[in-house]
């Protein structure tokens, strides 16, 4: 099995635990400052994880390009964040997380019309069933 493979598996286990997680944090908890809490933890993990990779040197490295494209990635992470913290305080997390989850089509209709991937009809296919899927789930 190839790393990004093991790698993308743990993104789910851990996209998994934080519905949970995050819907028991936030009763009672503005969802503002539940995804501030959230952020300064993800904040401080990575940082971590750079200094323990020493990643830090090659920052100097980056292009104009990639802080732009970086930045309007991390404000579409803390929106989306927002969005999710705010469903999860009146919503169940079992219909919430598979409604989130529609950012998997979505991602896959923008990879291909953004950046230019193809995808086979199977591909195409499974995100058809991701979407069939998760509205199944959310509206059942």
């Given at each position: 099995?190839?790393?990004?493979?093991?790698?993308?598996?743990?993104?789910?286990?851990?996209?998994?635990?934080?519905?949970?997680?995050?819907?028991?944090?936030?009763?009672?908890?503005?969802?503002?400052?539940?995804?501030?809490?959230?952020?300064?933890?993800?904040?401080?993990?990575?940082?971590?994880?750079?200094?323990?990779?020493r990643e830090w040197a090659q920052t100097g490295r980056l292009?104009?390009?990639?802080?732009?494209?970086l930045a309007l990635s991390g404000i579409a992470t803390a929106?989306?964040?927002?969005?999710?913290?705010?469903?999860?305080?009146?919503?169940?997390?079992?219909?919430?997380?598979?409604?989130?989850?529609?950012?998997?089509?979505?991602?896959?209709?923008?990879?291909?019309?953004?950046?230019?991937?193809?995808?086979?009809?199977?591909?195409?296919?499974?995100?058809?069933?991701?979407?069939?899927?998760?509205?199944?789930?959310?509206?059942?």
């Amino acid at each position: 099995m190839p790393d990004w493979m093991l790698f993308a598996l743990g993104s789910a286990v851990c996209a998994a635990l934080t519905a949970i997680l995050a819907k028991i944090g936030v009763q009672g908890v503005p969802a503002a400052l539940a995804t501030f809490i959230r952020t300064a933890v993800v904040l401080g993990v990575t940082a971590l994880a750079v200094c323990l990779r020493r990643e830090w040197a090659q920052t100097g490295r980056l292009d104009s390009r990639a802080w732009t494209f970086l930045a309007l990635s991390g404000i579409a992470t803390a929106l989306s964040w927002l969005c999710y913290f705010r469903a999860l305080q009146s919503g169940p997390a079992s219909i919430v997380a598979p409604i989130d989850k529609l950012s998997l089509p979505l991602a896959i209709v923008l990879a291909v019309a953004v950046l230019g991937e193809r995808l086979t009809a199977g591909q195409w296919l499974g995100a058809g069933l991701m979407t069939a899927g998760a509205l199944l789930v959310a509206l059942g």
